[in-house]
């Protein structure tokens, strides 16, 4: 070998290099792409088959594959590859459907194998530790905690007691809309919605109300606001160091260094909150039990396995999801209801002569009503179906290694159920792009539900055991905000724009808003002093 090469010229010598370079690098190649089809053939032989899938690259799996926003991707695999299908992520596996079918056997049928969730780095560094409900995985501790919402915080009767506050603000919401209005300018419905929202769940969580003459104060409700946006935005984000364990060295966005800041944020303000109940409480000497608000309730509850009191983590883990829960889901959703009924005036109409048959221009909507308001309940079911609040629900996890459809799917799976894709799924639902809420009403006029139904169609608030503890509330809410907005006032699109042309561009997130606020213009449609 050694005569051979002293055979060649410098020129040559290096092409030899370079060969031999390319070969050794081609068979290290090959032979790490047979290792794999053989890794892969042997789990397929002794596991079963993974659901079918778009193929995917070593290293990142399907990772490169979805956009900024992977719900509609992850539909058009399904349209691709079949209701069920399986994705790498990095170092995680993943299923998907769009599918009723599928979604029921995943919720109801094999409810125990897939009700935990991922442990994210975001669930890590912003809800305590996954020590909250709606992100901690399967366990005696979730059950605890799902416990105290269940039968302490979301009680009918505990409900009830916020009714008088509920109806306060749906009255702050039509004064503001009504003052807003005078000077016939576009105005800013997410601004209103959020600030309806926020205020309905601060006054039942903290006893306190950021927006308006009641205002906790402007420093304190800045930085509640800024806070719970900051946490929104972080908790919906698809962080790549979830996938990649090398990203996390990199961290090249400094998306963890921002989750440890909101963290500490978010903490001192629920520590001031909680800090604040007490002292209340030792100078008051507790008030009427009727009316305590969740952290008086929450500190007066004993803590797990007979311990005195719950710890404060537990407490501030509790608020951060009844407010990261409640608040964005019902403003998103009522902003995207205006969008759609502001664009068809047709709706619009038929849902003001509803409001009129049934409360009349005398007085203003009471809660008694909403299950009267048939049409503005099929409303809100189409707005659920064309935009749900959650795309993916809150993601969950299998806890061990099952089958559906006959193919093998790992323990450890995330699963992706896309109600985006459910809601546009045109094997089960005509016109997919229209908004048209008579297809909801029932043949014999009896109650609309909202939740979803047992076809499975459209899933707003999930199914089974992780399914949403607050829907009732949640659709209160809703309700509520729309029927005050419609009976009190006529909309219109803001700065001349026809209403056909009002567009519907959405972002991904955990909730899933319309990319710009939306502006319209109010005239108020009742008698004036209805409005003060
Ligand atoms: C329109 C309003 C609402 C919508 C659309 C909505 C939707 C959802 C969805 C899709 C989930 C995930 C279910 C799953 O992963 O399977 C969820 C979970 C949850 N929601 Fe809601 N929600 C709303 C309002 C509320 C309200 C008002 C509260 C409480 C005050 C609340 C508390 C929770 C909690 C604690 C969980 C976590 C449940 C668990 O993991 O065990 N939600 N919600």
Redesign the pocket.
């Known amino acids: 070998m050694g005569h051979f090469i002293f055979l060649l010229s410098n020129q040559e010598v290096m092409d030899l290099q370079q060969l031999t370079f390319i070969i050794v690098f081609v068979v290290l190649i090959s032979r790490i792409i047979s290792l794999w089809v053989v890794k892969f053939s042997l789990q397929t032989e002794t596991l079963g088959r993974l659901p079918p899938g778009p193929p995917r690259w070593p290293i990142v799996g399907n990772l490169l594959q979805l956009g900024s926003l992977p719900h509609r991707d992850l539909a058009s695999f399904c349209e691709r590859y079949g209701p069920l299908v399986y994705l790498r992520l990095g170092k995680i596996d993943a299923i998907t459907t769009n599918d009723p079918k599928i979604i029921r056997e995943i919720?109801i049928q094999q409810d125990d194998v897939f009700a935990s969730?991922p442990q994210t780095l975001a669930a890590i560094h912003l809800a305590y530790n996954c020590g909250?409900?709606?992100?901690?995985p399967f366990g005696p501790r979730?059950k605890w905690m799902?416990r105290i919402?269940m039968e302490q915080?979301?009680t009918t009767k505990r409900l009830e007691s916020f009714a008088n506050q509920r109806a306060s603000e749906a009255q702050h919401l039509v004064q503001d809309v009504w003052a807003l209005a005078q000077d016939e300018g576009p105005i800013n419905l997410r601004e209103v919605l959020g600030a309806f929202s926020m205020n309905n769940?601060t006054r039942?969580?903290l006893g306190k109300q950021y927006f308006g003459s009641g205002s906790a104060g402007p420093k304190e409700a800045l930085e509640f606001m800024h806070i719970t946006h900051e946490l929104f935005w972080l908790l919906g984000l698809i962080y790549l160091g979830d996938y990649l364990p090398f990203w996390r060295w990199v961290d090249p966005y400094g998306c963890e260094k921002k989750m440890r800041e909101v963290e500490k944020r978010v903490d001192d303000f629920h520590m001031n909150i909680i800090e604040e109940h007490r002292k209340r409480k030792k100078n008051e000497e507790q008030k009427d039990k009727g009316y305590m608000d969740f952290v008086d309730v929450l500190l007066s509850l004993t803590g797990e396995n007979g311990k005195e009191h719950m710890d404060d983590t537990e407490i501030k883990a509790l608020l951060q999801?009844?407010i990261a829960?409640?608040t964005d889901?019902?403003a998103v959703?009522n902003e995207w209801a205006m969008v759609e009924v502001i664009k068809h005036p047709r709706v619009l109409k038929k849902i003001q002569e509803e409001l009129d048959n049934v409360v009349g221009p005398d007085r203003m909507v009471s809660e008694s009503d909403l299950s009267n308001l048939n049409y503005l309940r099929c409303v809100v079911r189409e707005t659920?179906r064309m935009h749900?609040?959650?795309p993916f629900?809150?993601?969950?996890e299998s806890i061990r290694a099952t089958e559906i459809n006959g193919y093998h799917i790992p323990a450890k799976t995330r699963v992706f159920?896309n109600?985006h894709g459910l809601g546009r799924n045109t094997l089960i639902w005509d016109d997919v792009n229209v908004f048209r809420p008579e297809r909801h009403l029932t043949g014999d006029g009896s109650r609309v539900e909202i939740s979803h139904g047992d076809d499975f169609k459209i899933?707003?608030?999930?199914?089974?055991?992780?399914?949403?503890?607050?829907?009732p509330?949640?659709?209160t809410?809703?309700l509520m905000g729309l029927a005050r907005l419609f009976h009190c006032f006529d909309w219109s699109p803001a700065d001349g724009l026809r209403c056909e042309d009002i567009d519907t561009e959405e972002v991904y997130g955990m909730?899933m808003p319309r990319a710009n606020p939306l502006m319209a213009v109010a005239k108020p449609r009742l008698a004036t002093h209805m409005y003060q």
């Open positions: 919720l969730r909250d409900v709606a992100l901690a979730w799902r919402c915080l979301l769940v039942m969580l999801d009844m829960a409640a889901t019902s959703t659920f749900p609040a959650g629900l809150i993601p969950h159920i109600t899933l707003p608030f999930s199914a089974g055991k992780r399914k949403c503890p607050g829907a509330l949640g659709v809410f809703v909730t």
